[in-house]
Structures are given as C-alpha cells and as structure tokens.
C-alpha cells in the first residue's frame, strides 16, 4: 500500500468467491481486509484525504478514468471507504458493488435517484419507513416523479397497481413499525414482468438474515445506523447491487457529491465484525420476551415475524435466515395515556428512534395517520421494542413492571 499511484486493482472476484464458501460469522471476521488496503495490519487504517498527490501529469490523467478502488479525490473514498464496501458486498450474495451514503435515508434517496427520472412512476409498500413516505412528497414529486402506495400483503392486487411508466418498486419487509412480511420473490417477479427494479429496504434483516439480491431484488438497501454501526454513534447507509446497477449508483452518488467520512466507515466496520454474535444474542432475546409478551394480559398482540404464530411467520421461516431484536406489539384496551405510563415506567428501555444497538429502547406508535391504501385501526396503541444486549430476565421484569404501573 501506499504507492502513489494507488492500490492496485482491486482483485473482487478472488476475494469474494474465497469468502463466499464460509458461513457468515467466519466471512463478517475479515470481509473486506485486503494487503493492499491494510498493510500489516488488521483493520484499514483511517485515510483522511481530500487530496491525493499524483507523480505526473500523465499519472493524474489516468485518475481521471473514474475506476473503481483507485485514488482520485476524496469524494471517490479512500481505502477505508472501500474497505467497508467491499466487506458489505461480500456479505450480500449475488452483489457486485455496494455505494455507502451518509445516512440510511440518504442510501434510499440515492437508490431512487439512480432508477427513476421525471415522468416515472415508484410504487411504494404502504407500511415503508416514514421518511420514505416522505421523500415521495417532498423531494420526488418535484422532480416529476409520481409516487403510488401498495398493499405489501394484496399480492393478487399487485399487478394492477402497475402502468406503464412504472420503473420501480420500494418494498420493507418486514414493515416499518407493524412488520408485515411479505412475499418479496413474488412481488419482485412481478415487478421485474412489468419492467420495474425492486429496491428492498434490508435494514431489519441485514444479508445475514435476508439474501435480498437472490430472492429476486435488484438493490438491498440498509441503514447501516442500525446493526451494522451497532453502537448508536454513527450513521450511515449503503446499497449493494449487481454490476450494471452498482454503476449507475456510483456515478449518481458521486453527482449528489454523497461520500462518508473515513472516520465514520472504520467505525462502521469496526461494528461489522461483531453484528453476527450480536444479532444472534439480540434475536434470542427478543424472542424469549415476545413469547412473554403473548402471555401477558395487557397485550393484544405481539407483531414479531420470528414468534411462532405472529402474523407473517410463515413467509419468514420460508424466505429469511435470520431476524434481529426489533419488534412490536399492541396494548389490550388501553388509553393513550396508560400507554404513556408504561413507557415512562421502563427504567432499561431508552425512550428514543433507531434500534439495533447494544441498548433497548422503546417507542410508541400509531401508524393510522401515516397509511394511504391500508389501514390500521386507531384504537390499536402499537409499542415498538428494540431489545439490546441486556439480559433479557431483566428486561422482562421491567417490562412486567411497567405495565403494572400502566393498568394501576
Ligand atoms: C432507520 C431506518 C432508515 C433510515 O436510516 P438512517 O440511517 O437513520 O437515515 C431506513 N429504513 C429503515 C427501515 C430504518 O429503520
């Protein structure tokens, strides 16, 4: 490392067909570590760069040819960019390229900005994180882009939704908030039938959990603020896709002048390798509480796609190899003030957004207000958990307690 001309080519297929044949725990320990990125040592080191130096005109002009991997301008990345990158392509089967951005909403704004222009239509899953919903309205309408909302689980009504100017669909499975899971093999064939891209909002899942690209989607898209940051101190976003589509991402990206701070990526990646034995401890638990849950009371339902007989369980045991700690679950007759009650009485849950970090938190919701062509009814007073790394004995007995308080 360290010629002035740059590192040399990146050598992606050799990386990534010898990682592809571990399980992911062994890949997530050194994917995206190359000598030539890291030198001797075992992380890549954080290259804050804006300039790079080049030995000669002639030197300077072939930067200019835009290739992948190689020095140009700190907006292109450095190593620790690239490293990142390439460490979530590795994780995501069938990708050839992954585009980071500063945040998750800003990966989702790059995406649709690659696919879609003036006079095209998104169609866009009903239960999509709000800031979709909103990106729709105040950013793509704008721009001439007309946005329709579909009923992720009306898998017959799909088709009709379609016209033809139609590019591209947005799905999130399981939904933001209500996590319905939905069939996303056949709503992508669909979508691919009338000559639109599915982008799937991956973050609940991650690769580990869900193979987005091998079940039919042209992009998986992530906050990688959630599990892959880990730690609540870092945002970011990314989006892997095959080659043809990774390029035209790149470009539109390095346009929008979206690069990620070579701080933030060593961060990222640092969380990367332990998001396996963290998702694993985060899902047990979440599990363990949502079977509790169930038998409480005070609890109408509890929403969690990896609980035996929660809504959308079958379609996660057949598509997805994993799940997480984050779920949700609906108070049994209660007012939105008891709710409140119960949420000021937890003393481990933070009350705060994001999740898939070392920490619970709760929130309260209410997707009524936000739905176009489903509905939810109002009096459901919906409560999202995301479960940490806490024991989760504790943090049943706070959650036992905090509804005492409610119903007192
Ligand atoms: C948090 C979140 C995002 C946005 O990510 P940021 O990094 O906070 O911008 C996108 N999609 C889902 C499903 C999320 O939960």
Redesign the pocket.
């Given at each position: 490392m360290g010629q002035r001309s740059g590192p040399a080519q990146r050598t992606r297929a050799g990386t990534l067909s010898k990682g592809r044949n571990h399980k992911p725990a062994t890949r997530l320990a050194s994917a995206g570590r190359r000598s030539d990125w890291t030198g001797p040592v075992v992380n890549p080191p954080v290259w804050r760069a804006s300039t790079h130096l080049y030995d000669n005109s002639a030197d300077l002009a072939a930067g200019r040819a835009n290739a992948d991997g190689q020095f140009y301008y700190g907006r292109r990345g450095s190593p620790t960019q690239w490293a990142l990158a390439d460490a979530l392509t590795s994780l995501e089967p069938g990708a050839a390229g992954t585009v980071l951005y500063p945040?998750?909403?800003s990966a989702?704004a790059g995406a649709l900005l690659s696919v879609l222009k003036a006079g095209d239509v998104l169609l866009i899953t009903d239960n999509a994180?709000e800031?979709s919903r909103t990106m729709a309205r105040a950013l793509l309408a704008d721009l001439g882009i007309e946005t329709r909302f579909f009923d992720p689980l009306d898998l017959a009504g799909f088709p009709s939704r379609f016209c033809e100017r139609t590019r591209a669909v947005l799905l999130?499975s399981p939904g933001?908030l209500t996590m319905e899971v939905c069939d996303i093999p056949a709503l992508a064939a669909i979508a691919r039938a009338h000559g639109a891209v599915s982008l799937l909002?991956n973050?609940?899942a991650s690769p580990l959990g869900f193979a987005a690209l091998e079940h039919g989607c042209d992009a998986s898209i992530m906050?990688l603020?959630?599990h892959v940051g880990g730690h609540s101190d870092v945002?970011?976003?990314s989006v892997s896709t095959g080659a043809a589509l990774y390029q035209i991402l790149r470009v539109k990206a390095q346009a929008l002048g979206l690069v990620v701070s070579p701080d933030d990526a060593a961060l990222v990646l640092r969380g990367l390798r332990t998001m396996g034995v963290r998702l694993d401890r985060a899902s047990a638990s979440a599990l363990t509480i949502a079977r509790w849950l169930r038998d409480q009371r005070q609890v109408a339902q509890v929403l969690c796609p990896m609980l035996e007989g929660s809504p959308g369980h079958e379609l996660w045991q057949r598509d997805f190899i994993g799940g997480c700690g984050l779920f949700s679950f609906v108070l049994q007759d209660h007012t939105p003030d008891q709710r409140a009650r119960f949420i000021d009485a937890l003393q481990l849950f933070g009350i705060g957004f994001?999740?898939g970090g070392f920490e619970s938190l709760a929130i309260p919701f209410d997707p009524a207000r936000v739905r176009s062509v489903t509905t939810w009814p109002p009096d459901q007073l919906g409560v999202r958990l995301s479960i940490g790394l806490e024991d989760p004995d504790d943090l049943i007995a706070d959650l036992a307690r905090a509804l005492a308080v409610m119903g007192a």
């Open positions: 945040s998750g909403v989702i994180y800031p999130e933001s909002d973050t609940w906050s603020t959630k945002m970011m976003g994001s999740w």
